[in-house]
């Protein structure tokens, strides 16, 4: 029953729409555009946020990195050629968070030396990264060819290396390449893996690898190159003695993991008053691209309900004109017998055929935006079913908000008056 | 119908032939400062199946009679009955319910919805009725046979001629198949000829059972009614033809 006058009055109103195609075109550009800025924003804005989080999550949500900093005053006041300035995260440091927090799982040490590494003819400046087996668990690489290093790699101090995919392309190694030796300063380590590497892909977020790491067990490197390290510039040579490079935390649940950070900050606060460290946390940084991909679609959200409004408002002001041109003809249903309900009805399912075919077109437009910003600029967007939705919504209630008031106005009129009207 | 109990039983107070029953209306039109009394303590019934002519000078208050009798307006004060029902205080959707139900207007302008077809104008009343498509197509074709339309259902107005166009009128007012029939000066924008030609169309409906009371000022198309009331500063000034 009710569907049957609906269907009749859509039909009515899209007849009385097209008879004046360019006004009504006109009318629904606010809303064209509105549309198309809702979709468009969502998709970029979506797109941008996958991959702050897909990097994000790379990083490992439930780590905690500490990383030593050399302190600004220090080298300031390198005068002497000989002098060493002592800095950073100590080995005491790793005891000491692993025994003070129960929510601490693993920690992971990480010692840098930076040498080059030869391999036939082949040479490549390497950051040996000396670490322990779980290193390569909670940074999460993938082994290419070989394997990674094991417990028993540490406990054998065995002189292993693992390259990375990059660092072994360089070298020219291949999986033929592993068990041949590769010779970094004076030592000779055995090669017995590749691994991915995700350094450098792009994106501001600091990983902990890098592209030229070279992997070797701990106590090796803590053996063979102590914790002094030269480095000679013009003029001076500067001597630096670190213990350790770099600590990965792992908590053991992505809840603890900003109270334990927290924790840990009071801790080194108390050890380190020279805050010659610093912790990034990776789910403290996706907390931050949330927020910023809500600022985002604030600054967007606000530019798309303005042009809704002003698509509202023009929609408002036709149908206003409408009604008064229109004056006889609703004059007239009255005195055939129409409801002011059924007047209002007719007028709203009008407003409604205009701002959704105007939503029609401006999700055409949304979708379009995307895929150009794709393929213009390089940016990955993801239009999403809920995006569409709401597209469909908010067109309808555009035209319900603003047809109601031209619609209650016609409904109102009075019949006799508007039978007269010329 | 049914005739409401204990009703007054006052010259023009309902009984079973009357169809409308109007007893002391008085419609009083504020303008600024003064009062217009456009009718002036009005009572007077119809009855059904009557063919009445309303006459009067201009301003006699004649359009506003009809007004009230097709429930379009509500008087200052008096009483209505109309088959049988009051309806000086029903509310806005009951008096389009009786509009849409027992009333067919046709007005001088003929006032048909441009953007319509010829078939859409006739099936208006039958749309707020709510019938189905198919039925309401065959009153429609059904209607405009019978006012020799049957070519012209899917023209619009502004193709047809006047005296079509008021055909037009008299087929949607005649769709719903109403008792009473209000014409407000039918053939006021017509020429003589084609003014005779809706004139002999709503004798023959007359004929068939419809009350019609027409508004006019011509005594040519005065003649073809049965009744005449003549006005004069909103109040009966005479009445001829009645069925005592
Ligand atoms: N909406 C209104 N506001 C104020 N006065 C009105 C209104 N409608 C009618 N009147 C007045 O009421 C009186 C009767 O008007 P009405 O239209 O009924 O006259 P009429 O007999 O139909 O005249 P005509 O033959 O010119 O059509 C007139 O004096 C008119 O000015
Ligand atoms: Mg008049």
């Known amino acids: 029953m009710m569907t049957r006058r609906v269907y009749r009055s859509i039909r009515l109103g899209l007849k009385t729409l097209t008879l004046h195609k360019l006004r009504s075109f006109l009318t629904m550009l606010g809303v064209v555009f509105g549309v198309a800025s809702v979709v468009a924003m969502l998709a970029v804005g979506e797109g941008a946020s996958r991959e702050a989080l897909d990097q994000i999550r790379k990083l490992g949500s439930t780590n905690i990195m500490l990383t030593s900093v050399k302190p600004v005053e220090t080298e300031a006041r390198t005068v002497s050629p000989w002098s060493m300035s002592m800095y950073g995260l100590l080995y005491e440091d790793q005891r ?124 090796v490197a803590r053996e063979r190159y102590g914790d002094i390290s030269q480095i000679v510039t013009s003029g001076s040579i500067l001597r630096e003695s670190v213990e350790l490079h770099q600590l990965i935390v792992e908590v053991d649940q992505v809840e603890h993991v900003e109270a334990t950070a927290a924790g840990l900050e009071s801790m080194l606060r108390r050890f380190h008053p020279r805050m010659d460290y610093r912790i990034s946390v990776p789910l403290g940084l996706l907390r931050e691209a949330e927020a910023t991909k809500r600022r985002f679609n604030i600054v967007l959200g606000s530019i ?59 999700l055409a437009l949304g979708l379009t935006i995307p895929w150009i910003i794709e393929l213009a600029a390089d940016m990955p967007t993801v239009v999403t079913g809920y995006s569409l939705v709401l597209a469909v919504g908010i067109s309808l209630s555009v035209g319900l908000v603003f047809g109601i008031y031209p619609a209650r106005h016609a409904a109102n009129l009075d019949p006799i008056e508007a039978l007269r009207h010329e | ?37 456009a009718l002036d303590g009005l009572t007077v019934s119809f009855q059904r199946g009557s063919f009445w002519a309303i006459m009067g000078p201009s301003g006699s208050g004649k359009s506003t009679l009809l007004n009230l009798l097709g429930c379009l307006d509500r ?32 007005f001088q302008s003929f006032n048909l919805i441009p953007q319509l077809t010829v078939r859409e104008n006739i099936e208006l009343p039958l749309f707020y009725l709510d019938w189905n498509p198919d039925r309401s197509r065959a009153r429609a074709e059904e209607t405009a046979a019978r006012l020799g339309l049957s070519d012209r259902l899917n023209h619009r107005p502004a193709e047809l001629s006047g005296g079509q166009q008021q055909r037009v009128a008299i087929a949607r007012a005649l769709a719903a198949n109403p008792n009473m029939l209000l014409a407000d000066e039918p053939t006021g924008n017509l020429d003589s000829a084609t003014g005779a030609q ?24 005065a003649r073809h009614a049965r009744q005449r009331l003549h006005m004069r500063d909103g109040r009966i000034d005479s009445m001829e033809g009645a069925a005592a």
């Open chain 2, 75 to 106: 008087p200052t004060a008096g009483r209505y009955v109309l088959e049988g029902q009051d309806v000086a205080d029903l509310d806005d959707n009951a008096l389009s319910t009786i509009r849409l139900r027992h009333i067919g207007f046709i």
């Open chain 1, 96 to 219: 000491r968070a692993q025994e003070a927090f129960a929510t601490i799982r693993r920690t992971v040490p990480v010692k840098i030396i930076r040498k080059e590494g030869r391999l036939g003819a082949r040479k490549l400046d390497l950051r040996i990264v000396g670490t322990t087996p779980d290193w390569f668990d909670l940074v999460r690489r993938d082994v290419i060819a070989g394997r990674a290093l094991t417990a028993r790699d540490a406990e054998r101090r065995a002189s292993l290396v693992v390259l990375t995919e990059f660092g072994a392309r360089r070298l020219l190694a291949t999986e033929q390449t592993i068990g041949h030796t590769l010779r970094i300063g004076g030592e000779y380590y055995e090669v017995i893996g590749i691994v991915q590497s995700e350094a450098g892909q792009g994106g501001a977020m600091q990983t902990p690898d890098q592209q030229i790491d070279a992997y070797i067990p701990i106590e």
């Open chain 2, 1 to 37: 119908m049914t005739q409401p109990v204990g009703a007054p039983s006052a010259r023009g107070m309902p009984n079973g032939a009357d169809l409308v029953c109007l007893e002391d209306i008085t419609k009083i039109y504020q303008v600024g400062d003064t009062e217009v009394r």
């Open chain 2, 198 to 221: 809706i004139m002999a169309v709503l004798t023959e409906l007359n004929q068939q059972g419809k009350t019609i009371i027409m508004v006019t000022h011509e005594t040519d198309i």
């Open chain 1, 304 to 362: 798309a309900g303005i042009s809704l409004l002003v698509g509202g408002i023009g929609i408002m002001n036709i149908m206003l004109a409408s009604v008064t041109e229109r004056t006889r003809e609703i004059g007239i249903r009255r005195a055939v017998g129409a409801k002011r309900s059924q007047i209002i009805t007719q007028f709203l399912i009008e407003t409604t055929v205009l701002s959704t075919t105007g939503g029609a077109v401006g």
